[in-house]
């Protein structure tokens, strides 16, 4: 019976259980020995004695007493307190930090770095880094409102929200830096009473200076105008009036009026204006009676508002016509002055000029090899006599007429398929370029001449190079079916 007696000290914060042990302490320390004594243990506490993991053990043993502690949570194991157990230490180089790399009893080096900081990862593996986990920077970032403190630091720069510097002349006024985000500046001194900060144009500050004028400005209501009723520096106002005109009395004093002053003059046209009577005369003229004397004045747009009828003439800023054809393009007359005139466009036409005469509308004509098409806002121009060459890198494709290709898909035999449908005269070249070479595939009922040989007639037939660069060039003889070699580079193989 090793374990003689067992009991929980349960008056101290720290958890003290008392055992006495026939074994020596050595054997207390050996691997499992709680494990195997619990039984015992239970039987003397008359029921199961409960472990903690801050259990610390006070045993009584033949050759000594010994605190001892609990290797792990499961309660199988002690070893005298302070003890550093057993275990690996692999070897280190100088300033690391031991850790456990792994769970169990070995400690590794952690690999150090310059000017770090010992840091966990997202999975807390420890390591030596200059860069703070985010959520550290964030929590240093935001620091939130400082309510206490006083800063000590070098001066905040604009950019930053600060001022850039560290004092201002007291009351001063602040300007911006000589740049967007330079240090403020204040304007030399404070002033004087009554001066005014004025400015010194661009590149340099304000600066105080007297005020060149000074006087008395009279309350006045919404939309007056300020003037001078009397000499000196004292400005009152004139009220407004409805529909009105500003004018001055005989003595020059001014006043809103619906009515314009006698004596008006306007140069260059009539010497006064008085009740006036318009009388159209003609397209260009009008006849105004001026306080009973007519005279012929010359037309202004103020007239169209008098219910005049006329066409405003060209040499008067109009245009001298009526009207003019829907959606026409207008055009001036055969004279300076002349009234505009406008065309009336078909599909396709366009305004052609000509330095013998007017402009008309006309289409554009085609030459050789040029087809044109006119429709709706639109003019189509082809070419009769295309002649467009295809650079074929496919292994397979149906020919056009009156097209040619080029072999281009390396090692890969290209199949070239006569079209469907050709007319009489049209042609077809193939030249060689790849090094797998090309083959003619027929179409039902279509066949190929090669001189006094010819393909095989239909789909079983076929016209091949023989070599990478051979050439050929075929037209149709007979439309959409019967085709002859009429030029070619190299040796063919027909089938």
């Known amino acids: 019976m090793p374990v003689i007696s067992i009991a929980r000290d349960t008056n101290n914060n720290v958890s003290i ?18 494990l ?3 039984e015992m243990i239970n039987i003397l506490n008359t029921g199961v004695f409960d472990w903690f993991i801050t259990d610390m053990l006070l045993v009584a043993a033949s050759d000594g007493n010994a605190f001892f502690q609990f290797t792990d949570d499961t309660f199988t194991s002690l070893i005298i307190y302070g003890e550093q157990g057993s275990g690996v230490i692999n070897p280190g180089l100088t300033n690391e930090l031991a850790y456990y790399s792994a769970n169990g009893t070995t400690l590794s080096g952690l690999t150090t770095a310059d000017n ?10 420890p390591s030596i880094t200059s860069i703070l ?17 006083v800063w000590q630091g070098t001066n905040i720069a604009v950019g930053f929200g600060g001022t850039g510097v560290s004092s201002f002349t007291a009351y001063a006024v602040l300007c911006a830096g000589t740049t967007s985000t330079g240090n403020l500046q204040n304007v030399s001194g404070v002033g004087t009473s009554g001066q005014i900060l004025t400015s010194n144009g661009p590149g340099t500050l304000p600066t105080w200076q007297a005020n060149a004028a000074s006087g008395t400005i009279n309350t006045g209501t919404t939309n007056a105008i300020a003037y001078y009723a009397a ?9 407004t009036a409805d529909s009105s005109v500003f004018v001055t009395s005989g003595l020059g004093v001014p006043s809103w009026s619906m009515t314009l002053p006698s004596g008006l003059t306007i140069p260059g046209y009539q010497t006064t204006i008085t009740p006036v009577a ?5 397209d260009t003229n009008v006849t105004m009676t001026l306080g009973g004397t007519p005279a012929t004045a010359l037309l202004q747009p103020v007239s169209m508002t008098l219910g005049w009828t006329g066409q405003l003439a060209v040499g008067r800023g109009g245009t001298g016509s009526a009207s003019f054809n829907i959606n026409g393009v207008v055009i001036s007359n055969t004279t300076t002055t002349g009234a505009l005139e406008s065309l009336t ?6 305004v052609i000029g000509s330095s013998a005469g007017a402009p008309l509308a006309a289409t554009v004509s085609s030459g050789t090899g040029i087809s044109i098409s006119n429709g709706h806002n639109t003019i189509t121009i082809s070419s009769n006599g295309a002649n467009p060459w295809v650079d074929e890198t496919g292994s397979s494709v149906t020919m056009a ?5 080029t072999s281009d898909d390396g090692a890969t035999l290209v199949t070239f398929t006569l079209p469907a449908t050709a007319n009489i005269g049209d042609w077809i070249e193939i030249n060689g370029k790849g090094a797998g070479g090309w083959s003619i595939a027929q179409a039902t009922g279509q066949q190929i001449h090669f001189g006094n040989a010819a393909t095989t007639s239909g789909t079983g037939g076929s016209l091949s190079s023989t070599n990478q660069y051979d050439c050929v060039k075929l037209r149709c003889i007979t439309a959409n079916t019967t085709f002859s070699v009429v030029n070619v580079i190299g040796n063919l193989t027909v089938v």
């Open 17 to 34: 259980v008392r055992m006495e042990v026939s074994d020596n302490l050595a054997t207390v320390a050996q691997t499992d020995y709680i």
């Open 36 to 38: 195997n004594n619990q």
């Open 116 to 125: 770090g900081i010992l840091a966990t990862n997202a999975s807390g593996k």
């Open 133 to 149: 986990p985010s959520v550290v920077q964030t929590n240093i970032t935001q620091v939130g409102t400082i309510n206490t403190g």
């Open 231 to 239: 000499n000196g520096t004292t400005i009152s106002p004139i009220s």
């Open 278 to 282: 318009l009388t159209e005369t003609n």
């Open 345 to 350: 466009l078909s599909d396709g036409q366009i």
């Open 401 to 405: 007429t009156n097209t040619g290709y």
